[in-house]
């Protein structure tokens, strides 16, 4: 049996589409311009015996923080999205979580593979730099984190 892809075409790096739940938040994934599928690893359990270092594959996988950065629109809306979802996380008992889908896109811009982040929320939001000491026009982009409990393709 050969195993080798059929698809010899590689992956491309602008075909992506980030969707969080539309109805509140439009604004951060329409604006989303990069984003990374974080790593995943799974730590060894040492098992010494008798002067030697045995290991065996652990039971817990490590997922990092999903990252993403998006243009910040003029009137900010998609800003306020994600500061609102953050502002109303740290009040209320029961916090908001939205399932997050990164689209991968062919080179034809059809959807090939999809990764879900389960129960993901915003944990962090990075700053937004205003100066004026610049001779090109450089539009705001904000990083932002998130927590999620795994991902899986779907």
């Given at each position: 049996m050969n195993n080798v892809t059929q698809n010899k075409n590689y992956?491309?790096?602008?075909?992506?589409?980030?969707?969080?739940?539309?109805n509140e938040f439009a604004n951060l994934e329409y604006f989303c311009?990069?984003?990374?599928?974080?790593?995943?690893?799974?730590s060894p359990?040492?098992?010494?015996?008798?002067?030697?270092?045995n290991r065996v594959a652990g039971e817990?996988?490590?997922y990092p923080p999903f990252t993403m950065r998006f243009m910040v629109s003029e009137n900010m809306e998609?800003?306020?999205?994600?500061?609102?979802?953050?502002?109303?996380?740290?009040?209320n008992e029961q916090f908001k979580k939205a399932d997050?889908?990164?689209?991968?896109?062919?080179?034809?811009?059809?959807v090939i593979k999809q990764i879900r982040?389960?129960?993901a929320f915003p944990t962090q939001m990075g700053e937004l730099e205003f100066h004026t000491q610049t001779n090109d026009v450089?539009?705001?982009?904000?990083?932002?984190?998130?927590?999620?409990?795994?991902?899986?393709?779907?």
């Open positions: 992956l491309s790096p602008t075909g992506f589409k980030v969707t969080i739940n539309s311009t990069q984003c990374t599928l974080p790593s995943v690893s799974l359990v040492n098992l010494p015996f008798r002067g030697s270092q817990r996988i490590e998609n800003y306020i999205e994600l500061f609102n979802w953050i502002k109303e996380n740290s009040l997050v889908v990164l689209s991968i896109l062919s080179s034809s811009n059809n982040y389960i129960d450089e539009y705001l982009t904000l990083d932002a984190s998130f927590e999620y409990n795994y991902f899986e393709f779907i």
